[in-house]
């Protein structure tokens, strides 16, 4: 089936870390994704893991992969009022490049 | 910005209506997708065309049909527009089908129908 599952709603306090978790169920997908939506906005490519990778370090960004629950999630260090927006998590589906997205955990970030 | 432009930002139709979307890829992407993203929702696939051709649909009706042309601009077109399909809209260019083929996506066309 294509499913990807993440919380809705996160909020923390500037400068603290940031933590979004995401459920997916294809255990054939090859690569995983964030993105990141700002209001009224596309969606902007933060980082991907490929899927024999347990963890991915992107300057604040760190992606985590646990294969076997699949379990994806990403941290932010010292999250920034900036970082206020919607993370869509996205698994790679088939055999030609569909994004399988979840619904989008939206990050609210306060002084 | 990725590169990916689309048209117009913003439309209002009425129901029955046709419309169409456009998207010009980044530069040297042979490969577009179009999303739909309902309000509050994540994006679903409607389908991907590489080279001028179809290569994969969503579970989208007949009534959404599209177009890739040579310079690899994409149209998506919509017939009989439902109030359901007030959403907005987004393609996405990638330089191939591989699996290390990223998707960058345009700031999209945000539909209202009524």
């Known amino acids: 089936g294509e499913d990807v599952e993440q919380s809705l709603f996160l909020s923390v306090r500037e400068g603290d870390s940031s933590v979004i978790n995401c459920t997916y169920t294809d255990s054939s997908s090859t690569y995983l994704y964030w993105y990141k939506q700002e209001p009224g906005a596309g969606l902007q490519l933060l980082t991907y893991i490929f899927s024999n990778m347990d963890m991915k370090q992107d300057q604040r960004l760190t992606v985590l992969l646990n294969k076997k629950d699949k379990h994806l999630s990403l941290r932010i260090a010292d999250t920034q009022t900036g970082d206020s927006a919607i993370y869509f998590c996205a698994e790679r589906y088939g055999g030609y490049n569909k994004l399988i997205f979840g619904a989008g955990t939206r990050l609210a970030v306060h002084p | 910005e990725t590169g990916v432009t689309q048209s117009p930002t913003h439309l209002i139709k009425t129901r029955g209506q046709q419309v169409t979307l456009r998207c010009s890829s980044q530069s040297g992407h042979n490969t577009v997708s179009w999303y739909q993203q309902a309000l509050g929702q994540g994006p679903q696939f409607i389908f991907q065309y590489y080279r001028e051709e179809e290569n994969g649909r969503g579970n989208f009706p007949p009534r959404f049909s599209g177009l890739q042309f040579p310079n690899y601009s994409s149209e998506l077109n919509v017939n009989a527009l439902e109030l359901d399909d007030s959403a907005l809209y987004l393609c996405?260019?990638?330089?191939?089908?591989?699996?290390?083929?990223?998707?960058?996506f345009g700031p999209g066309t945000r539909l209202l129908v009524l």
């Open positions: 996405a260019s990638s330089s191939g089908l591989g699996d290390q083929e990223t998707q960058y």
